[in-house]
């Protein structure tokens, strides 16, 4: 399969612990983002990479959370001491960049927070 | 910031009828994504419109890109059961000078056979 993957698929944590989550984008997609989604919402715009460059991240966001695509191919995302109102599903997208923009979504990682 | 709005939230039909799912941004857009998420899937992209005033057809899926560039909106013809899902747009920032695109509220469609 060469689509978008992310792992875990699910997350169950207790309040005040540390998560990771990780997309591998479809291969030579230079753009990579992260998205949060609640019930009944549309995906939130988290931050994006060109490459490995984190060109944008939302204001929305706090300190806990953070980041990274070293290599310019698969990216984590770090949530420090969770709080119940973290608990969403987190979507990676990537597209190829150079003029198509077209993002392909993978299938998530649904994040309880207890 | 940038907001976009997606009316209806929610829209029934019967199968066979058309439905419209309506698209405002509150600023001007370089260009409109539309995506279908089934339930319990992910987004899956379905078209982007660039040019002011744009129409593109899909089968039975119109869509509309407004003059101004701030409104779009989707239109199917004779629903089908394979309709069923929420509908997003999602448009980017001409100004920004990035690629951060800002999903809509979703139209949330479903089909009674």
């Known amino acids: 399969d060469t689509g978008v993957s992310q792992n875990p698929r699910h997350k169950i944590t207790k309040r005040g612990q540390n998560v990771t989550f990780r997309c591998d984008p479809i291969?030579?997609?230079?753009?990579l983002y992260w998205y949060r989604q609640t019930l009944g919402q549309g995906p939130e715009f988290l931050t994006y990479f060109q490459n490995e460059a984190q060109l944008e991240k939302s204001r929305l966001l706090s300190d806990r959370f953070s980041a990274e695509r070293p290599k310019g191919s698969f990216s984590t995302l770090e949530i420090q001491r969770t709080e119940q109102g973290d608990s969403a599903m987190y979507l990676c997208?990537?597209?190829?960049?150079?003029?198509?923009?077209?993002?392909?979504f993978g299938p998530g990682t649904r994040l309880l927070v207890l | 910031g940038q907001q976009v709005m997606q009316i209806p939230q929610y829209q029934h039909v019967q199968e066979g009828e058309d439905f419209t799912t309506y698209c405002n941004s509150s600023?001007?857009?370089?260009?409109i994504q539309w995506y279908k998420q089934r339930p319990g899937g992910h987004p899956v992209f379905l078209i982007q419109?660039?040019?002011?005033?744009e129409v593109k057809k899909q089968k039975r899926l119109t869509f509309q890109f407004g003059e101004a560039k701030k409104n779009s909106s989707l239109h199917i013809t004779a629903t089908q059961t394979t309709d069923v899902g929420t509908y997003f747009c999602a448009g980017r920032n001409p100004t920004s000078g990035t690629y951060k695109y800002i999903f809509g509220t979703g139209t949330r469609l479903k089909v009674l056979a």
């Open positions: 291969s030579e997609h230079n753009r």
């Open positions: 600023t001007t857009l370089s260009n």
């Open positions: 419109l660039v040019k002011s005033g």
């Open positions: 997208a990537s597209s190829l960049g150079q003029g198509e923009e077209t993002q392909y």
